[in-house]
């Protein structure tokens, strides 16, 4: 399999031969990272600058420690501390870092297609790590890795995603992946927080939790984006979680060996329960974190082995 692509930028660039050579090698990361051997040499001599313009845990940390164990020079950009607080642009930002020579630049930025927009400017591998409403690639594909691994498969299941659609990049990056991966689709939520023209999706729509859930086999909650929304979304939080947050009640409606995913940060109580989270018969959430670094490695590998096979200074 050849890695076509010069940056990660979408799952919408990706083919279902990609996607599964991703999964597949970063199932490979995956053991490898449970076992006591847990640095390479893949990224030695390489330089990857994380650029997090939004705030983050699970990915800044996973990207990081992705690429210490690839053994490549990992710098965290302190987004705050930059000149970008100066005034200086996205843009003027990029091509300074860029004539440092990096390798890998790792960006989250609250803009959609900014990370699109940084990638034509600089000669280097960029990864989305989540801009905006658009995509959040790593985490559909970390999630995709983790309901392979769970249920054996990642093709023909019926799978929930439940709760803010209309701001989250993680639902819009699941939704094309789980398309291209002949999954079916069900969207749970609101009419406030569906997204518009939701029938270009190829999903079903539920306003019901228990209709929606009836007989699905992976449960993908999401969290209310209150730093996206500019207005009044939903009465009150306490009415949402009657209404959409995932319980014990609610889950006995999907079939019996139903996963729980949510990509965090959680707010328990709101969108889910905090026993159900916790509850490690059901719920994965821990293991997506885990997955997580395996794919942030996959994803870096890839990507390095298709720069090298290109002429040097050739962009996309
Ligand atoms: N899932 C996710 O993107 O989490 P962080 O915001 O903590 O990176």
Request: glycine share 8%.
């Amino acid at each position: 399999m050849t890695f076509r692509a010069q940056h990660l930028l979408g799952i919408e660039q990706l083919s279902p031969t990609e996607i599964t050579a991703i999964l597949d090698l970063a199932d490979q990361y995956a053991d490898m990272n449970r076992s006591g051997r847990k640095r390479g040499d893949l990224l030695a001599g390489l330089t990857q600058i994380n650029m997090f313009f939004e705030n983050s845990t699970r990915t800044q940390a996973s990207f990081e420690i992705a690429g210490k164990r690839l053994g490549a020079d990992v710098m965290n950009m302190a987004m705050q501390a930059s000149s970008i607080k100066k005034g200086e642009t996205l843009i003027d930002t990029a091509l300074t870092l860029n004539a440092m020579h990096p390798d890998l630049l790792v960006v989250r930025h609250p803009h959609s297609g900014a990370v699109n927009l940084l990638a034509e400017k600089v000669n280097c591998a960029v990864l989305n790590a989540g801009d905006g409403r658009h995509e959040h690639p790593t985490q559909a594909l970390l999630d995709a890795l983790t309901i392979r691994r769970a249920k054996g498969r990642l093709h023909r299941l019926n799978v929930a995603i439940c709760g803010d659609i209309a701001h989250s990049r993680v639902a819009r990056s699941n939704i094309l992946l789980l398309g291209k991966m002949e999954n079916r689709i069900r969207l749970i939520g609101p009419p406030t927080l569906m997204p518009a023209q939701i029938d270009h999706f190829g999903v079903e729509v539920y306003e019901d939790m228990r209709e929606g859930l009836a007989d699905v086999d992976v449960v993908m909650m999401l969290r209310l984006q209150r730093e996206r929304m500019d207005g009044g979304f939903i009465p009150s939080e306490r009415e949402y979680y009657h209404r959409y947050g995932l319980d014990t009640e609610k889950l006995s409606h999907a079939k019996d060996d139903a996963i729980v995913m949510h990509p965090g940060p959680m707010n328990r109580g709101v969108e889910i329960d905090g026993t159900l989270a916790d509850d490690i018969n059901r719920s994965v959430i821990q293991e997506q974190v885990e997955m997580g670094v395996a794919v942030r490695m996959a994803c870096m590998h890839l990507l390095v082995e298709a720069r090298n096979a290109q002429p040097v200074g050739v962009m996309v």
